[in-house]
């Protein structure tokens, strides 16, 4: 759907520079779509995030540090009243803190990392695959915009022509009408012409 109204952009910028006289070229065009489109932008960042996560520690080949930690807490209080009338009222705390650091490094694992790195490296080409697919798609459609664009400037520049065509016979008919050469019927008919070719 992005494609789409980038192209009518497209379409509307070439069609206005083409009745001003200043034709935007269509390399200039493919240009613009290229460095402007949010589609193309979104899918280059998409494969240079991929890019970014082939290295192989992803793949589990590099050391794997782990930390862990924990601690527990107790709070106790003790009041004891004793037949003889001591009472007894204590009042304790206690802090366990633990701390484990760890690092493992697999040195064979039945080459599970060699095939994960492998994936990583296909999913990489893949989303480059993916964006030249989108370059190349919005080319084409950019491409389409521009050529209708022209063929329709060609279309204007035509019917330009004929009109003139008509305009000039009616003026003609209408000074060998005026001179007593031509018939009102020829005037009439050029008029009708002329009305016909701009409605």
């Not at 003889?84 to 009222?89: I, P």
């Not at 370059?135 to 400037?153: D, F, N, P, T, W």
Request: hydrophobic letters at 40%; a neutral charge.
């Amino acid at each position: 759907m992005i494609r789409f109204y980038y192209c009518l952009s497209i379409f509307i910028l070439v069609s206005g520079t083409a009745f001003s006289q200043e034709l935007l070229a269509l390399d200039e065009a493919i240009r613009i779509g290229l460095a402007q489109n949010l589609g193309i932008e979104v899918a280059r960042m998409e494969q240079q995030a991929s890019q970014m996560q082939v290295y192989k520690s992803n793949a589990g080949f590099g050391p794997q540090l782990g930390l862990n930690a924990n601690a527990g807490a107790t709070v106790n209080r003790v009041q004891q009243n004793y037949l003889d009338g001591s009472v007894v009222d204590r009042f304790g705390r206690s802090l366990a803190p633990n701390i484990s650091l760890g690092l493992d490094w697999p040195v064979y694992d039945g080459g599970r990392m060699a095939a994960v790195f492998e994936r990583l490296k296909e999913i990489s080409n893949a989303s480059d695959i993916q964006t030249q697919i989108n370059m190349e798609g919005l080319v084409s459609q950019i491409i389409q915009a521009y050529y209708e664009v022209m063929r329709l400037k060609a279309r204007v520049s035509f019917l330009n022509t004929v009109i003139t065509y008509y305009e000039d016979r009616l003026r003609i008919t209408e000074e060998r009408w005026h001179v007593g050469r031509g018939s009102k019927i020829d005037f009439l008919q050029s008029k009708t012409d002329v009305n016909a070719q701009l409605g």
